[in-house]
């Protein structure tokens, strides 16, 4: 089971952290990734990293703005998000998977709206 929080309203150029906390059976090679999908759109990859790894990987349309990290003693993924733009509000959703920019498994998503 996965479950995000963190969402909210905030300011052009302002932050936001997101975490979701991954319960039930977790590998070492699973790989936590975060997606969102804007009004009208489709569902869009924004940032891997593995439980097992340090390395991330980026949507470059976020590049340099948005960090994703993990606690791997508390099973969750955070991704801190600064720098926010009228284009980043979307509502956002954490997935587990096996490959970079998939996932199988989805939590809740939860909004996030950048006012400008």
């Known amino acids: 089971q996965l479950q995000a929080f963190g969402g909210g309203l905030v300011q052009a150029g302002g932050s936001l952290r997101l975490s979701c906390a991954a319960s039930?059976?977790?590998?070492?090679?699973?790989?936590m990734s975060w997606f969102r999908q804007a009004p009208g759109k489709e569902r869009e990859f924004v940032a891997s990293i593995r439980w097992s790894s340090t390395r991330t990987y980026y949507a470059d349309s976020v590049k340099g703005r948005f960090t994703i990290s993990r606690d791997n003693a508390k099973n969750t993924v955070y991704l801190q998000m600064n720098n926010l733009k009228a284009e980043d509000t979307a509502v956002y959703y954490c997935?587990?998977?096996?490959?970079?920019?998939?996932?199988?498994?989805w939590g809740h998503g939860t909004l996030v709206t950048v006012s400008s």
């Open positions: 997935g587990q998977g096996t490959n970079i920019a998939e996932a199988t498994k």
């Open positions: 039930g059976r977790i590998f070492s090679s699973h790989v």
